[in-house]
């Protein structure tokens, strides 16, 4: 029996590993950020929050807010397509940076066919410097 208590104990040491280095990825809705309260993650874990359409930059904010005082780290999805106003985005990165302790995102296209403001893909909007004045410093691509 002491042999498998030695395997069962390596097992768990691994899991917990693995668990260290995981990122989760949520939605910007309330419920979801109860859940992810309920979900006890280590400390500094990242945890990507993804915008479903008709949800607000607003929402975004307040969910980055919510992870970051929980001891995670927030990681945005940004969508180019779905900028409409250049200056309010910069606001919102400046918010995201400022009080959520941000300084990673997920650079997205988006899921829309006509981009509703400037940008039509991740590669505009990186290409905007937008990110660097902002304080972003690392940054993820879909691809």
Same mark, same amino acid.
């Given at each position: 029996m002491v042999g498998s208590n030695v395997s069962f104990d390596h097992s768990r040491a691994r899991i917990r590993a693995l668990v260290r280095s995981a990122s989760l990825e949520m939605t910007a809705r309330g419920a979801a950020v109860n859940d992810l309260a309920k979900a006890e993650l280590p400390a500094g874990s990242r945890v990507y929050i993804t915008a479903l359409p008709g949800d607000s930059a607003n929402a975004v904010l307040a969910t980055a807010l919510r992870v970051h005082q929980m001891g995670?780290?927030?990681?945005?999805?940004?969508? =180019? @397509?779905?900028?409409?106003?250049?200056?309010?985005?910069?606001? *919102? %990165? #400046? !918010?995201? /940076?400022?009080?959520?302790?941000?300084?990673?995102?997920?650079?997205?296209?988006?899921?829309? =066919? @006509?981009?509703?403001?400037?940008?039509?893909?991740?590669?505009? *909007? %990186? #290409? !905007?410097? /937008?990110?660097?004045?902002?304080?972003?410093?690392?940054?993820?691509?879909?691809a």
């Open positions: 995670l780290t927030p990681v945005p999805h940004l969508g =180019a @397509r779905y900028v409409t106003e250049p200056r309010t985005f910069e606001n *919102l %990165l #400046r !918010s995201l /940076v400022r009080d959520a302790g941000v300084d990673q995102a997920l650079v997205i296209g988006g899921d829309v =066919a @006509r981009p509703r403001g400037p940008y039509a893909s991740s590669l505009d *909007l %990186l #290409r !905007s410097g /937008v990110f660097a004045q902002s304080g972003i410093r690392r940054i993820g691509l879909a």
